[in-house]
């Protein structure tokens, strides 16, 4: 079968993505966001969300929170039909180059510990499980492992 290379772009997340976004958090996350705590990220002065678009397509997006010069990472969902293609790990990677200008030292985040292809796509961006959240998860009290990355390569600041 012949697949066309279709060019991934990313760029800063503006309010007209907001209902794109909503029904990729629909698909993603139990605790899905609505078009209000979007909107709420959006006008907060400490948050960065990129979106990941296919052929025009809102495919993706990512966000994360930089406080003290760490990243705290809140958001990483493709669209339901995409996963599986490597789109996670080039929106991760978009998103920690994204933080890293932005004067980033470190990035962190949680991932449901039954969350595999996340967690691989994670560790390929160069992530490191550091440690687990006990019933992190309130819908079904799952583990979260923690995965920090380091700009400068060296573990825990």
């Known amino acids: 079968m012949g697949e066309e290379a279709t060019a991934i772009n990313f760029r800063l997340l503006t309010e007209a993505d907001i209902p794109a976004i909503v029904a990729i958090e629909a698909t993603a996350f139990y605790d899905a966001w609505n078009e209000n705590m979007l909107r709420n990220e959006?006008?907060?002065e400490l948050t960065t969300y990129l979106v990941?678009?296919?052929a025009g397509r809102l495919v993706g997006y990512a966000g994360f929170w930089l406080v003290a010069g760490e990243a705290q990472v809140t958001r990483?969902?493709?669209l339901e039909e995409l996963r599986g293609?490597?789109?996670g790990t080039r929106l991760t990677a978009a998103m920690?180059?994204?933080a890293w200008e932005l004067g980033a030292e470190a990035?962190?985040?949680e991932v449901r510990e039954s969350n595999v292809a996340a967690?691989?796509?994670?560790l390929t961006c160069g992530f490191a499980s550091e440690?687990?959240?006990p019933n992190y998860y309130e819908d079904n009290h799952e583990n979260a492992v923690i995965m920090w990355l380091y700009k400068n390569g060296v573990g825990a600041m």
């Open 42 to 44: 959006l006008a907060n």
């Open 52 to 54: 990941m678009e296919s």
């Open 76 to 78: 990483v969902a493709v």
């Open 85 to 87: 293609q490597g789109l």
């Open 96 to 98: 920690v180059n994204k």
């Open 107 to 109: 990035v962190t985040l």
């Open 119 to 122: 967690q691989k796509a994670y």
């Open 131 to 133: 440690g687990v959240r």
